[in-house]
């Protein structure tokens, strides 16, 4: 039996009487098969956040896949057990400013000048403070982008020529998590070290020249998963996050014990704990799930770019999107943004589209010139610098 069938029986049995009894979604929807996107979303959170088996090691299993790094060189190689934990500067953060966005590994010197300064003061992050953002690639999206080329600029000029239909495995799952130093989420949010490392999943990482580590904690992230064409979107936020619901609320239909927690007119603060619905409570038993994931909750799940009412659907991180990004949460759509990652003959990203905070339906015109990339972005590392 497949993780995804055995943990969703582990959850509740998938029948009609299950399916009646979870609550309307807002950002999310039933798959096809009629279950609901934000059971997905933990199923998956589950594989993510479990133990990688390796004895030696803490990491959990998103740890091991391939980061952008490993992917999108001219010698791409799968990462080895135990390799050093990089983080970089947030490509999207980059494009959105004109940069080319290359994969810039962070330094104690460098990170602290690349975040939204205004968003990042309103939500009381420290203005020295230091984000970095890991990007994971399972080994379904690693095989697939380098065996047929798509990890370099050459092979994606290669791929254009030839009108070749980018179309990853339905196994393929891609995460990106922001990370912040142990000490400034101690200064940010007046807590303790021990208090960081009982609330946080947290983990070392190289950096700087000389190398040092420095000791991280995982404050966002967000991942897709290829179940439908369209991928299966979900975020999730650490529940001390300020202002984690602001702007479009937080809905959880199947992994929190209050559904739908909307936005607070005074944003930019906290939001209590989104305690855990029995089904997940019994997922993170039965997957041995270290009880500091119980802090993260997840912020929503996206599968249409509009909804019912034709309204753009949103889904938006308050640190990923807002801090780090500088894309305010109301101008965020994973499923809408991705729709347009593309490359044109010389193996230039869409840019343009990348940089437009674009919701809501897809406007193919956006796309003429350039061929999908089957919703990733990863090769803007690769791309030519943006035009002006």
């Known amino acids: 039996m497949k993780l995804r069938e055995t943990l969703t029986v582990a959850a509740c049995s998938i029948s009609l009487a299950c399916l009646a009894a979870v609550p309307a979604v807002a950002q999310g929807a039933p798959l096809?098969?009629?279950?609901?996107?934000?059971?997905?979303?933990?199923?998956?959170?589950?594989?993510?956040?479990?133990?990688?088996?390796?004895?030696?090691s803490t990491n959990v299993e998103f740890e091991t896949w391939a980061s952008d790094q490993d992917i999108y060189n001219p010698s791409p190689k799968w990462p080895a057990v135990g390799a050093p934990k990089q983080l970089q500067i947030s490509l999207l953060g980059n494009a959105k400013h004109g940069f080319r966005p290359a994969l810039e590994t962070i330094a104690p010197d460098r990170c602290k000048t690349d975040f939204d300064k205004k968003a990042a003061a309103a939500a009381g992050f420290p203005a020295d403070g230091c984000i970095g953002e890991?990007?994971?690639?399972?080994?379904?999206?690693?095989?697939?982008?380098?065996?047929?080329?798509?990890?370099?600029?050459?092979g994606l000029v290669q791929a254009f020529a030839r009108n070749f239909k980018v179309d990853l495995p339905a196994d393929a799952i891609e995460f990106k998590g922001d990370w912040v130093r142990v000490s400034d989420v101690m200064k940010w949010l007046d807590l303790s070290d021990a208090q960081v490392h009982q609330l946080y999943y947290t983990n070392k990482v190289t950096e700087g020249t000389p190398?040092?580590?420095?000791?991280?904690?995982?404050?966002?992230?967000?991942?897709?998963?290829?179940?439908?064409?369209?991928?299966?979107?979900?975020?999730?936020?650490?529940?001390?996050?300020?202002?984690?619901?602001d702007d479009i609320g937080c809905h959880d239909s199947f992994?929190?014990?209050?559904?739908?927690?909307?936005?607070?007119n005074n944003p930019k603060q906290q939001y209590g704990e989104c305690k855990k619905s029995p089904a997940v409570q019994s997922m993170f038993?039965?997957?041995?799930?270290?009880?500091?994931?119980?802090?993260?909750c997840l912020k929503g799940s996206q599968i249409t770019f509009v909804d019912k009412g034709g309204k753009p659907t949103k889904l938006g991180n308050s640190v990923i999107e807002r801090i780090n990004a500088g894309v305010p949460i109301p101008e965020s759509s994973c499923i809408t943004c991705h729709k347009y990652?593309?490359?044109?003959?010389?193996?230039?990203?869409n840019f343009d589209a990348l940089?437009?905070?674009?919701?809501?339906?897809?406007?193919?015109?956006?796309?003429?010139?350039?061929?999908?990339?089957?919703?990733?972005?990863?090769?803007?590392?690769?791309?030519?610098?943006?035009?002006?």
Not at 34 to 55: H, I
Not at 255 to 264: E, T, W
């Open 355 to 388: 940089g437009a905070n674009l919701i809501g339906k897809f406007d193919p015109k956006v796309m003429e010139g350039f061929v999908a990339n089957d919703f990733v972005w990863g090769s803007i590392t690769v791309s030519l610098p943006p035009k002006h």
């Open 134 to 154: 890991e990007v994971r690639r399972n080994w379904a999206s690693f095989q697939y982008l380098v065996s047929n080329n798509l990890n370099t600029r050459a």
């Open 32 to 56: 096809p098969w009629g279950q609901p996107s934000d059971m997905v979303a933990w199923e998956v959170f589950v594989q993510l956040t479990a133990p990688s088996g390796n004895p030696q």
């Open 285 to 296: 038993t039965n997957a041995g799930i270290n009880p500091v994931w119980q802090n993260y």
């Open 211 to 245: 190398p040092q580590v420095t000791e991280y904690a995982l404050v966002a992230f967000h991942f897709s998963t290829k179940q439908i064409k369209d991928w299966v979107w979900a975020d999730f936020e650490h529940q001390k996050n300020p202002g984690r619901c």
């Open 341 to 349: 990652a593309s490359f044109d003959k010389d193996g230039r990203a």
């Open 255 to 264: 992994g929190a014990v209050i559904a739908n927690v909307p936005g607070k």
